[in-house]
């Protein structure tokens, strides 16, 4: 991009920050946060391809203006922790909704996909969960105890082995993300189709009900989690494959930063997540209505979390800069 096309698109927002930085009452931790991501960015920029123009001493002024205002709010600092999962994710995670439901549409038609080979093909099962899996299945339904699987372990080394490949899954699903997204689709995919040959299983041998209690449990925010971690690979992956008005080498660095952001913000859901399967899931003699309870509160919080949050704050973010206009 031409120096006069790059300062001509980005002009305006400079001087806008420029005005909020010089307005000490008006300006919120979020705005000050997004301001210096976005000149830090744009100074990057710059270096590269202006690194001795007007522009860029411009920009390494206004970026050192907003670094010195981050690094004097040693209030916020202490907070830090609770700021990035109360306000600063879910303001930011609403740009990527749709990554977000290409992510769960891409899930929820292989994991149809996974059922239809099941229904369609007995020998499928087999073939993904392993012919060890389904035969010690089978001998607990035999032994009346369809669930018994999730009481093999201790609690404690269930929740930790659970909960590390969970996060191991995640990481996968971002990082393969370079794959210009394919990748990821991959991951997506493999799970899905787990889950749907998996859950057809029980269907066949008549425990769709007791296995769906007693799964979901854990896996409403298992599954959950994992299409979250496939939208931060997707948004990888689009990085790559439309930069924009930026390099390809600039937007796949900013697609790294924001699919990562999203992946740490999963990391609390694997654990509690773990948490259900190691110590609740194997509660198999639970009423129905707690496990419909714990089932239905998990959805909820990943609901509100993920989707409703971020457009709230959003909606409210948008109404405030309206305001200082």
Wanted: proline content about 2%.
């Amino acid at each position: 991009m031409r120096e006069a096309a790059f300062v001509k698109q980005n002009k305006d927002k400079w001087l806008k920050f420029e005005s909020l930085l010089q307005n000490k009452n008006n300006l919120r931790p979020e705005q000050l946060s997004n301001i210096y991501i976005e000149v830090s960015d744009h100074l990057s920029y710059s270096k590269t391809f202006y690194p001795k123009s007007n522009t860029t001493t411009y920009l390494n002024q206004l970026a050192a203006s907003a670094h010195q205002k981050v690094y004097k709010n040693k209030k916020e600092s202490r907070n830090r922790f609770i700021t990035f999962f109360t306000k600063e994710f879910p303001l930011f995670f609403y740009n990527f909704q749709k990554q977000l439901l290409l992510s769960f549409l891409i899930f929820a038609l292989f994991s149809a996909a996974g059922a239809f080979s099941a229904a369609s093909d007995h020998t499928f099962v087999r073939s993904i969960l392993g012919d060890a899996y389904v035969n010690m299945t089978l001998q607990n339904i035999a032994e009346g105890d369809p669930m018994a699987v999730y009481k093999k372990m201790s609690e404690t080394d269930m929740f930790l082995g659970i909960t590390i490949n969970n996060i191991r899954v995640s990481l996968m699903a971002f990082s393969m993300g370079i794959l210009a997204g394919i990748g990821t689709v991959f991951i997506l995919m493999q799970n899905a189709v787990m889950l749907g040959s998996f859950q057809y299983f029980f269907y066949d041998q008549g425990l769709l009900w007791e296995s769906a209690r007693t799964i979901w449990i854990h896996g409403t925010l298992e599954i959950s989690v994992i299409i979250i971690a496939g939208c931060a690979g997707l948004v990888v992956g689009k990085s790559i494959l439309f930069p924009g008005t930026y390099t390809r080498l600039v937007s796949f660095t900013k697609g790294v930063k924001n699919g990562l952001k999203i992946v740490i913000s999963t990391i609390p859901f694997f654990i509690i997540a773990g948490f259900l399967e190691g110590f609740v899931t194997r509660q198999t003699q639970m009423p129905d209505w707690l496990a419909i309870l714990i089932i239905g509160s998990s959805l909820a919080l990943i609901l509100f979390y993920y989707i409703f949050y971020p457009h709230i704050l959003h909606k409210k973010h948008h109404i405030n800069e309206a305001g200082l206009h």
